[in-house]
């Protein structure tokens, strides 16, 4: 009975520290240099699966998109730069700036492709994210504002 009354209360209990629920997004790109939004929100300490989507019909070597989601405060100007010049890591670049400012990313992604980020903002802030493939940057960015 004791045990029966043990596994009562800790059913009762699961749902007061069941995680909360992914915040599931989704994001397009095609063959305008562009993402369908500029604005996602997160909450701190809640994950977030951000599927891309490439609905275009250029081919990848061409116009590929990617999505690098960096930390609140990084120098994204700098960081595009860098890895809009880094062809042979699929336009991520390998320095410690860079490396340690990325938090999430999707590969390069040609038509038809998609990819889910998974990652969890662990503080608030605005995170910055962006396209990588050269000369992307200036369409490509947005802020996912995390409260
Ligand atoms: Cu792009």
Redesign the pocket.
């Known amino acids: 009975m004791k045990l029966l009354l043990s596994f009562a209360s800790l059913c009762l209990m699961v749902p007061l520290y069941a995680a909360a629920p992914t915040i599931k997004v989704e994001v397009t790109?095609n063959d305008q240099?562009r993402y369908s939004t500029k604005r996602l929100e997160g909450k701190a300490g809640v994950p977030m699966a951000i599927t891309l989507k490439h609905t275009g019909k250029i081919p990848k070597a061409s116009?590929?998109?990617?999505m690098v989601i960096l930390k609140p405060g990084s120098m994204v100007a700098s960081i595009s730069a860098k890895c809009g010049l880094a062809k042979d890591t699929n336009y991520i670049a390998s320095d410690a700036e860079t490396r340690s400012a990325i938090l999430a990313f999707a590969p390069q992604l040609g038509p038809g492709d998609s990819h889910v980020i998974k990652f969890t903002p662990k503080e608030p802030g605005d995170y910055p994210f962006l396209?990588t493939?050269p000369g992307?940057f200036g369409e490509?960015s947005g802020i996912i504002t995390v409260k």
């Open positions: 790109v240099i116009m590929s998109h990617n396209c493939f992307h490509m």
